[in-house]
């Protein structure tokens, strides 16, 4: 017995076009109309996907700046409908830990796929010492940023209070 679901599931979906054409009938559209509503042939694909390739050596954006604008790489910057993301980090110690962090991974991915870019390497490990001064500076003054590192002397910290929101609320940057 052979069981074919492609050719089920295309019937089920031109019986299921064919009531719906018949329960609401559409007014005629011109071509003009349906580009301006991005309408799709029956046949098209639901999504043609594209990363941007990126390039060897690429430059770079701060970690602060690419924190805003999402990433560290000014060649994927793809703003949607031009509308760019310019906002600034306030120049707190939590705020220089989020872009850090984000630096560290986004530097991570990029070597992922160019594992022989010596200088964004070099970049990585910079960002990754920073952090990590940046995260003993957090942790001295607030405590453990993460749960791995909520042992410590006076015990297990992780749920001592306060958390960084209510640090935000009180330093009026909530």
């Known amino acids: 017995?052979?069981?074919?679901?492609?050719?089920?599931?295309?019937?089920?979906?031109?019986?299921?076009?064919?009531?719906?054409?018949?329960?609401?009938?559409?007014?005629?559209?011109?071509?003009?109309?349906?580009?301006?509503?991005?309408?799709?042939?029956?046949?098209?694909?639901?999504?043609?996907?594209?990363?941007?390739?990126?390039?060897?050596?690429?430059?770079?954006?701060?970690?602060?700046?690419?924190?805003?604008?999402?990433?560290?790489?000014?060649?994927?910057?793809?703003?949607?409908?031009?509308?760019?993301?310019?906002?600034e980090l306030s120049g707190t110690l939590q705020r220089d830990l989020q872009a850090l962090g984000f630096a560290v991974v986004e530097l991570g991915e990029y070597l992922d796929t160019h594992p022989g870019d010596a200088r964004a390497a070099e970049l990585f490990r910079s960002y990754s010492g920073l952090y990590a001064q940046a995260a003993a500076a957090w942790e001295a003054e607030n405590g453990p940023i993460v749960q791995r590192s909520a042992v410590g002397e006076s015990g297990y910290d992780w749920l001592r209070g306060p958390w960084p929101w209510q640090y935000a609320a009180n330093d009026g940057e909530g």
Do not use: K
């Open 1 to 87: 017995m052979e069981f074919r679901t492609q050719p089920m599931i295309e019937a089920a979906l031109r019986e299921a076009r064919q009531e719906a054409a018949q329960e609401a009938p559409q007014p005629e559209r011109t071509e003009q109309q349906d580009a301006a509503c991005g309408m799709l042939p029956a046949c098209a694909p639901l999504a043609n996907p594209f990363v941007p390739f990126q390039r060897d050596d690429p430059p770079v954006y701060t970690a602060a700046v690419g924190a805003v604008r999402g990433t560290l790489f000014p060649g994927l910057d793809l703003p949607l409908r031009g509308q760019e993301n310019s906002g």
